[in-house]
Structure formats: C-alpha cells, structure tokens
C-alpha cells in the first residue's frame, strides 16, 4: 500500500513538473516559431508552424534594427555595473557584517532602505541632475543609477554569505597576522564565491532587461540598450512582428547562456543561502 502510494506521489509530482516545465517553454518555442516567419504568415495563421524558415529575419534586425550595437551597450554597460556593483557592495557588506562597530546596524538600515524606494520617485529628479551634469544619452547616465538601486540587494545578500562563513576562520587569519585588507581579498571574498553568482546573476539580468531608466536617460541608437530598441519595431501605424521577435530571441540568448553557464553554482549560491539564512 505504501508502494503504491509512494509511486501514486512520485507521478503526480512529475505530471505537475511536466506541466510547469511546459508552461514555461511553449510561449518561448511560439516566439522563436513567430521569429521564423513573414508579417503575413503571423497576421494569418499566428499559432502555425513556420512554412518556410525566414532566418534573414535575425540578419535584419541585428543590422537594419540596430540590435547589434544595442547589443554591445548593454554587454557594455551591464559589465561594468556588475563589478562595480560587486566590489562596492561586496566590500560595504564586509565592513557591515564582519567589521562589528557601533553604528553599523544602521548603517545597514539605510542601504535596506534603498530597496523600498521606487526607481519611479527618483526618475524626475535623477534626470534633472543628470541634465545638469550633461551625463544624459551616455553609458555613464545609466551605469551610475543602476549601480546605486543594486547596492543594497548586494550588500543585503553578500552580508549573509560572509557571516555564514565561520568566525573561527577570521580569527585563524587574524592571529597569524592577515590584515583587514587581506582578511577581505584572500578570505572571505573567495568563500563567499557562491553569493558572488547568485547576486550577479540578479544584477546582469535586472540590468539586462531595464526599460525605464535607459529609455529616460538616452535619446541616440549609439548607446540605446537592447529593451530600448525593441520598441523602435513599434509604430503608431504598423509593427515589425517577425523582426521584434527575433530581436527578441537574440536579446534572450546572453542570459540563457549565461544562466547555463553558471547554473550549478548558481543553484549552490541559493541553497547555501537558504541553509545560512
């Protein structure tokens, strides 16, 4: 009985699995299928599969759409965010959470609070600032904003990690002479390897697909992201399904890969997060 009960289980957790699984890969299948055909062909027969395969359509909007120089800005600007982003909150997170002195829950305090704050509240602001600054329609515009609203989910996030890490490995090092800045660059940044995934993966995809600042703070295609130039596809009188969507397809690709990529230690990151937690 308990057999059976425990296959009865096991299949309607796979059946559910299947279900999600399929959930989640069939509107991307839909997009890739649309991505292969003509206008026509989608305003026609949009949930059929391709008759012909039309893959000039990922040649147009990479060179006609300007999804390759789009491309580079936001490896561009999503790079450079990542290791600022990394070093800064890294470092905030370790002289937070390892370095104990008196106001430093505060301290803490006051990062967290730049998460509850709305990127929209700012936005009006921030652009008069930046106006004034001439650092609109830059790769600077937008690197400065999204460096500031990931500081404190790294921080947040990297401060677990480093007090996960045992105490009695600082004090080891402490005692055979490490100092702070060692204790920081040859200890705990390694162990927290983990975190460092996890928390970049949330910084290149967040930047990655972040519409409202880029779209605000630049005007010129040479330094336009990707989610900005997706809409150049949209008019008020007509839209470039066919070439949207496979702009859209290759805006997908990097993250897909990177998340391939690092999946094992992205995972491990979460799990050993939950576990410090």
């Known amino acids: 009985m308990k057999k059976r009960q425990l296959h009865f289980g096991r299949t309607v957790k796979y059946l559910l699995l299947t279900i999600l699984v399929l959930i989640y890969i069939i509107p991307l299948l839909w997009v890739i299928f649309v991505s292969l055909k003509t206008n026509g ?72 609070f730049g998460m509850m704050v709305p990127v929209h509240c700012i936005l009006i602001p921030l652009f008069v600032f930046f106006v004034k600054l001439r650092l609109t329609d830059s790769y600077l515009g937008m690197i400065l904003p999204y460096t500031a609203f990931a500081l404190p989910m790294t921080i947040y996030l990297m401060g677990g990690f480093f007090t996960g890490i045992p105490w009695e490995v600082y004090e080891a090092a402490c005692i055979d002479g490490c100092s702070v800045y060692r204790l920081f660059w040859e200890i705990a940044f390694p162990l927290a390897r983990d975190g460092i995934f996890v928390v970049s993966l949330m910084t290149f995809v967040g930047n990655w697909n972040e519409l409202l600042v880029a779209m605000v703070f630049t005007s010129s295609p040479s330094v336009q992201t990707i989610p900005v130039r997706l809409t150049a596809f949209v008019s008020p009188y007509a839209t470039d399904y066919v070439r949207m969507f496979a702009a859209i397809v290759l805006a997908m690709l990097p993250t897909i890969v990177v998340y391939s990529a690092f999946s094992n230690k992205i995972v491990a990151g979460l799990t050993a997060g939950a576990v410090k937690g």
Request: hydrophobic share 55%; net charge positive; glycine share 6%.
């Open 41 to 112: 062909e989608v305003m026609a027969q949009p949930w059929s599969l391709p008759k012909t395969l039309h893959f000039e359509n990922y040649a147009s909007a990479w060179v006609a759409g300007g999804i390759g120089r789009a491309t580079l800005n936001s490896a561009i600007v999503c790079t450079i965010t990542l290791v600022v982003s990394i070093l800064l909150g890294s470092m905030a997170a370790f002289s937070i959470s390892v370095m104990r002195w008196k106001h430093s829950g505060k301290v803490l305090s006051m990062f967290l």
